[in-house]
């Protein structure tokens, strides 16, 4: 069935250093696809999005852009900050019709980020 | 403006009872969904509740219900519960027309003993 698979972690940089967090999908169509991020303590937040090919969604520092011939979405920033610890689930969205979404998590990569 | 609120947001029960999880959207949402997340897993979709009917639903046994009311608040309800049922239980809002953009709340976490 239709997927999300994303690079296992957990992940530990330095501050500073660049991040790539893989993430790839199976979908029968073209969904929209998310970077979603947990703080520790905090629900789940969106941290960006694209809705179609060649879209780079972008926020806080951090990119990811809709590869439709690899079906990719990976998520990267030049220079990650302490701050920045959390686990990061990718996502895609799945129609039913109408506007009726649901979306397909991956199991998520934790990050964690050293002075 | 108040985002997505659950309750509560930690409750303990035993193998065989039912438990009854509460969400109000985010204001000026019209449609919830619930997620179960298990320990170190992502999100995996329960429902979806749009103009209180039930109009999606995920992989999940008969014995998880919902139900929404006017106010487009929500509850997930889970019978007999099992071991397994053990989670974080996320709700999300959103408004439509989207393309699966949610705001979600910070879940309530189930212990099953």
């Known amino acids: 069935g239709d997927s999300v698979t994303q690079m296992e972690g957990p992940v530990t940089l330095s501050e500073e250093a660049f991040l790539t967090i893989n993430c790839t999908y199976t979908a029968t169509g073209y969904p929209s696809l998310f970077w979603y991020v947990q703080y520790p303590g905090e629900g789940l937040q969106l941290l960006l999005k694209?809705?179609?090919?060649?879209d780079k969604g972008s926020n806080k520092g951090f990119e990811a852009t809709y590869r439709k011939e690899t079906t990719s979405f990976h998520l990267e920033k030049g220079s990650v900050q302490v701050s920045d610890s959390a686990v990061y689930f990718c996502?895609?969205?799945?129609?039913?019709?109408?506007?009726?979404?649901?979306?397909?998590f991956g199991k998520g990569t934790l990050l964690t980020v050293n002075p | 403006d108040a985002g997505v609120t659950q309750s509560p947001t930690h409750l303990i029960k035993t193998r065989g009872q039912q438990v009854t999880l509460r969400c109000s959207p985010k204001?000026?949402?019209?449609?919830v969904s619930w997620y179960q997340q298990a320990l170190g897993q992502g999100p995996q979709f329960i429902f979806q509740y749009y103009e209180e009917e039930e109009r999606q639903r995920g992989n999940f046994p008969d014995r998880f219900s919902g139900h929404q009311f006017p106010n487009y608040s929500s509850e997930l309800n889970v019978n007999a519960l099992l071991l397994g049922d053990s989670a974080l239980y996320l709700c999300?809002?959103?408004?439509?027309?989207?393309?699966?953009?949610?705001?979600f709340g910070e879940g309530s976490r189930l212990t099953v003993l």
């Open positions: 996502a895609r969205s799945e129609n039913s019709g109408g506007s009726n979404y649901k979306l397909t």
């Open positions: 204001s000026g949402h019209d449609t």
């Open positions: 999300a809002s959103s408004l439509p027309p989207n393309t699966g953009e949610l705001f």
């Open positions: 694209a809705t179609k090919a060649d």
